[in-house]
């Protein structure tokens, strides 16, 4: 029973989504009830939870049909609404509470305990205004007041994070769903592969370029870790690689997929919808910095295979092979057209997974049975529950952030201690960004800082795109930053290694991305703005700079390198990632001359140590 209520449910929600994309859409007090309800009654199911637990049957159905009733009362109510504005009825008031309460209550289950704390410290801080000091001190509301701010309006729950689950999410996950199931995930990893097999270090640098590739689709750190990592991990491990490398690896470069254009998952999308900048251009200027840290990852695993003296590996994928799936390219490709021509991501994802639809069934290779078709569609709900609980969530601790006017106190508190110097507003926004990211989905975690932290950015003249695309970095950062690095604790478990320390070790790996933010904020050439040979110049220099980074941090350049060697060249990367052609000629100069020294056999310095 519960099985086909969950099918059920499922095939609804696929054809609610792509009628609203494809055929009308709903207004905004339609779109997004309907959806939270939808992925909420499939939460409450077991569908997406970290820990289904056991949960009997009368709470079960007394929680759906509670979400249910809250979220189509605004969807029944939504005329009455708009004509009784700030005279909620006691039915109203209730409705309000109770989806409240169920939406932290769906987010507990999903994401776990931080979340629901974050939003539960914003509702305590809504009602303690007045007791509070200095410049958190407010005028403090009541519970009905809240209720209208969150439940009877789009500043709440039924705010932009829900919007865009609602409008892009659910969308893309089908599509990357439909993609992995008839075989698409096989295909990445096969054409990168065929790129980078035969090179040194091939199996990892074939990690790499997959999960760019899929991480790109599927817009989660976790989710590419399991889905790549159980076919690369093995790989790497065969080839020689530590258990711990293997899995610090495959973190860093499934991490990085989030920030990899066309897709760049959830938080991409709120980007764009929050600043109002059109998707394209925000996917545009993400690419340089994206190319960037993949450029350092890729040499830190090449660094690191001619350090342990590991032999290239052969290419392990058929040719015919790859050919019975190559048309299932065609739908990334029906993606990027429709954003290229500026058409909305929603209607380029309703294509894309309408295509993607279609060329899954034009050859066997790729066709799917009727039970694979269930699982395909289960697995793209189950990761849209996810999303939906956390942008519903988030919603909360913004609509109490406009209330209570948070955001532009905490702004101002920011310029304060940074005593009106941006790098300690960079410094201190970075490090709360990996901090909230921690506990929070990375979705979550952007919108909470976007509110908080981008306006004392865009006050220190910082331009509005570089600003949150700086926070969405470091939130995504915070998936290979330990104590709490959910990627890396992922990888660890697959390769059999110990999860902090490979974290630790992933956060080495990815330090190159911990440094582009901070580039691309003092150096717009790197989003794209300047002149053809300004932008060009500029990332040659920041490419040198990631690869120097990469060398310091595994300690081989040509030839093991010694202590003192590793802090040139990390310096080195850092000047090259600085502003000024000053910074950058001083950095070429002095790799140009490290990379001759440390090649001549009298340039040795050090000593063989292998990478663990």
């Not at 104590?483 to 290694?497: F, M, N, R």
Request: proline share 4%; aromatic share 8%.
């Amino acid at each position: 029973m519960r099985r086909h209520l969950i099918i059920g449910i499922a095939l609804t929600a696929a054809a609610f989504h792509l009628f609203a994309a494809g055929i009308s859409p709903f207004t905004a007090l339609v779109q997004r009830p309907i959806h939270l309800a939808l992925m909420a009654t499939l939460g409450f199911l077991g569908v997406g939870v970290r820990n289904k637990g056991r949960c009997n049957r009368a709470e079960t159905v007394v929680l759906i049909a509670a979400v249910l009733l809250g979220c189509l009362y605004i969807v029944g109510q939504q005329a009455a609404l708009v004509g009784r504005v700030g005279a909620a009825t006691k039915l109203d008031l209730a409705a309000g509470a109770v989806v409240i309460v169920l939406v932290l209550e769906l987010a507990r289950r999903t994401a776990g305990w931080g979340l629901v704390i974050v939003a539960l410290t914003a509702l305590a801080y809504a009602f303690s205004g007045p007791y509070l000091p200095g410049f958190l001190a407010h005028r403090g509301y009541g519970a009905q007041r809240l209720i209208e701010h969150l439940y009877l309006s789009t500043e709440g729950i039924w705010g932009i994070p829900l919007g865009v689950s609602a409008n892009f999410v659910y969308l893309f996950v089908l599509f990357g769903g439909i993609l992995e199931a008839s075989g698409g995930g096989k295909l990445l990893i096969g054409l990168a592969g065929r790129i980078s097999s035969r090179s040194l270090g091939g199996p990892a640098k074939t990690a790499s370029v997959s999960s760019a590739l899929m991480g790109s689709l599927s817009g989660s750190a976790v989710a590419n870790v399991a889905t790549t990592g159980a076919l690369t991990i093995p790989m790497m491990k065969g080839s020689g690689f530590r258990p711990r490398m293997a899995a610090a690896i495959e973190a860093a470069a499934s991490t990085g997929g989030q920030l990899m254009p066309p897709v760049m998952g959830a938080g991409a999308f709120i980007l764009a919808t929050w600043t109002n900048i059109p998707y394209l251009q925000v996917a545009s200027a993400a690419l340089i910095p994206a190319v960037l840290y993949y450029t350092g990852l890729y040499m830190a695993i090449h660094f690191g295979a001619a350090k342990e003296n590991l032999e290239t590996a052969q290419e392990s994928t058929q040719p015919g092979a790859l050919a019975q799936r190559l048309h299932l390219l065609v739908p990334i490709f029906v993606i990027v057209v429709f954003l290229a021509l500026g058409r909305s991501p929603m209607r380029a994802a309703f294509w894309g997974a309408i295509t993607a639809a279609l060329v899954a069934t034009a050859r066997s290779a790729t066709r799917m049975d009727r039970a694979e078709w269930r699982k395909t569609l289960i697995a793209g709900s189950a990761g849209t529950v996810q999303v939906a609980a956390a942008c519903a969530t988030a919603g909360i601790v913004v609509g109490v952030a406009s209330l209570t006017g948070i955001g532009l106190r905490m702004s101002e508190m920011i310029i304060t201690v940074a005593q009106g110097h941006l790098p300690v507003a960079l410094l201190l926004t970075a490090l709360g960004s990996i901090v909230l990211g921690m506990g929070l989905p990375t979705t979550a975690a952007y919108v909470v800082l976007a509110a908080l932290g981008a306006p004392a950015l865009t006050e220190l003249g910082v331009p509005l795109l570089a600003a949150h695309l700086f926070i969405f970095y470091y939130g995504c950062l915070s998936n290979v930053t330990p104590p709490v690095a959910l990627a890396a604790y992922a990888a660890a478990g697959l390769a059999g290694s110990s999860p902090l320390r490979t974290g630790a070790t992933a956060m080495g790996l990815a330090v190159g991305g911990f440094l582009v933010p901070f580039a691309f904020i003092y150096d717009p050439s790197l989003l794209l703005s300047g002149t053809v040979f300004e932008i060009l110049a500029t990332t040659l220099g920041a490419a040198i700079g990631v690869t120097s980074l990469a060398a310091g941090i595994i300690g081989y350049i040509g030839r093991p390198v010694s202590t003192s060697g590793r802090a040139i060249l990390i310096v080195t990367g850092i000047a090259l990632l600085g502003p000024g052609w000053l910074s950058d000629g001083l950095g070429i100069a002095i790799f140009a001359t490290a990379l001759w020294f440390w090649r001549k056999p009298k340039g040795k310095l050090g000593s063989a140590q292998q990478i663990h």
